[in-house]
């Protein structure tokens, strides 16, 4: 309660207020420099996300093959490869949610 008298009178005086100060960033003192002067862990970001672009890409052509063979089949008959390429799937998907979670 004082402090909320406290910080209304500070507002009506017109006391300048500190905002909160967001954490500086600190560079990484693991952070290694390459022959070229660029971060390894910049470019190690770097080659991840491009890779991620490329295993989504496959995800979508694997989602859309099993879509169109699940179409195709029937209800009752169990396909294995149906199964193989829904495996194929989540192991790509844990992948990419992998090496995102990574850094």
Known sequence: MRLVVIMLLAIAIGAPQRAPRAPEAEP???DMRLPS???????????DH???KTDAAELVTLAEELQQELEKSEHQILNVRLVKKAEDIEKLARRIKDRMRRY
Request: hydrophobic content about 20%; aromatic content about 0%; overall charge positive.
């Open 50 to 52: 491009e890779k991620s």
């Open 37 to 47: 002067g660029k971060s390894q862990r910049q470019e190690i970001l770097k080659a």
């Open 28 to 30: 990484d003192k693991n």
